[in-house]
């Protein structure tokens, strides 16, 4: 991948997950604006992650057949008009509407991105094309909620949308730019063939941990500004903004994941000492206060996304032709998971409280370090 390429990849990549999490650390104010109760503004994060668990297998399809530039442009293209609409100020129906179609769009964007990087240079820079793909939405999640929040206190929650409207306007240029990409084995992909593929314990084992990493992640995410306002009511959307500040080790360890697995013994141990991190961390956010969620979102952040890494760049190795149908499969996993817990952890926050919602997540978790102990070194094309 030469450097304009990779340099418009990594944008479009940060742009695309800013929109995602734009509305995150908003949800509380967006709650009070519209008199909607947790559960309804919860479900503004949940709208974009339904379709991104549903979408990535067919759009998986799609990339057997199309190319990942075209996909890009288009993606984008509807995520610029969503996203401007939105700067409008709809009321909850029309924004819920909204987001929707931007969930739509985003499984395309992501999984061309995801491909795109995987498939160029080679299969010998499949794993550093990766981790630079996994640091670069990691900067997106964090740039999203970060200038929303300090947009939203500066202006208002429209400006910190317009803002990003014009961000994805120049994705959708930038994407015209993009030398042509590398295509994927052709050839019509059967069911079978994708059934087959999410048996091999590898798979099964590497899918099932997708799923509860990120349900932790989108659980805690999206519920922790509600559970912060209701600590302080008088606090800014930048304080609850910057709590995401610790996001940002992601970046770090995203980067030096090779490193880490090389330190650790192998991928298994490195996912092992992921999750016990990951427990960590999500324990700590069970202290009182606020003062404490800043530094329990480091820990928390390292864990997962030392998990995110080491799995998804692992999975991506194992595949040399089905890249498309492995990213898939994958990302749905991932974000079927962020799906559910975006919103069925917040009745237990609303009906029991807090710890309770803390200590059903670090149960899931407990299952998280059973399954990285399971994960078994099988080669892909094991039957």
């Known amino acids: 991948m030469g450097s304009r390429n990779l340099a418009i990849v990594v944008y479009c990549t940060i742009v695309g997950f800013a929109v995602l999490y734009a509305t995150q650390?908003?949800?509380?104010?967006?709650?009070?604006q519209w008199g909607r109760p947790i559960g309804d503004t919860a479900l503004l994060t949940t709208a974009t992650m339904i379709p991104l668990a549903l979408g990535p297998l067919l759009y998986g399809y799609v990339l057997e057949h199309m190319s990942t530039k075209h996909m890009l442009g288009v993606g984008f293209?509807?995520?610029?008009?969503?996203?401007?609409?939105?700067s409008l100020g709809p009321d909850y129906p029309l924004f819920f509407v909204l987001r929707t179609i931007e969930g739509m769009m985003l499984p395309a964007i992501f999984t061309a991105l995801m491909t795109y990087s995987s498939a160029a240079g080679g299969q010998?820079?499949?794993?550093?094309?990766?981790?630079?793909?996994?640091?670069?939405?990691?900067?997106?999640?964090?740039?999203?909620?970060v200038f929303?929040?300090?947009?939203?206190?500066?202006?208002?929650?429209?400006?910190?949308f317009l803002f990003w409207a014009c961000a994805a306007l120049?994705?959708?240029?930038?994407?015209?730019?993009?030398?042509?990409?590398?295509?994927?084995?052709?050839?019509?992909?059967?069911?079978?063939?994708?059934?087959?593929?999410?048996?091999?314990?590898?798979?099964?084992?590497?899918?099932?941990s997708a799923f509860l990493l990120f349900f932790v992640f989108a659980?805690?995410?999206?519920?922790?500004?509600?559970?912060?306002?209701?600590?302080?009511?008088?606090?800014?959307?930048?304080?609850?903004a910057l709590v995401y500040t610790g996001y940002l080790i992601g970046v770090v360890i995203s980067l030096a994941s090779l490193r880490l697995v090389r330190l650790c013994g192998g991928e298994r141990r490195t996912l092992v000492a992921g999750s016990l991190v990951y427990?960590?961390?999500t324990a700590a956010f069970a202290l009182p206060g606020n003062q404490f969620a800043y530094l329990s979102m480091l820990v928390f952040a390292a864990g997962m996304f030392t998990l995110h890494s080491v799995l998804s760049a692992f999975l991506n190795h194992l595949e040399t032709e089905r890249k498309g149908l492995v990213n898939g499969l994958y990302v749905s996993a991932y974000y079927a998971g962020g799906a559910l817990g975006s919103y069925l952890p917040g009745f237990v926050y609303q009906q029991i409280g807090w710890n309770a919602f803390v200590l059903l997540l670090l149960l899931l978790l407990c299952a998280l370090v059973a399954l990285s102990l399971m994960l078994r070194h099988t080669p892909a094309n094991a039957k």
Do not use: K
């Open 25 to 32: 650390p908003l949800l509380p104010l967006l709650a009070e």
């Open 219 to 240: 659980a805690m995410l999206n519920f922790l500004p509600f559970h912060m306002r209701d600590n302080d009511p008088s606090i800014s959307q930048s304080a609850i």
């Open 77 to 86: 293209a509807v995520l610029t008009v969503a996203q401007f609409a939105i």
């Open 279 to 281: 427990l960590l961390g």
């Open 148 to 160: 929303s929040g300090l947009l939203t206190d500066l202006f208002d929650w429209q400006a910190a």
């Open 170 to 208: 120049l994705a959708t240029w930038l994407t015209t730019r993009l030398a042509s990409d590398p295509r994927l084995r052709l050839g019509r992909p059967r069911l079978v063939e994708i059934r087959n593929l999410a048996r091999r314990p590898v798979y099964a084992e590497g899918l099932a």
């Open 124 to 145: 010998h820079n499949t794993r550093r094309n990766i981790t630079i793909y996994i640091a670069a939405t990691i900067a997106g999640g964090y740039s999203g909620r």
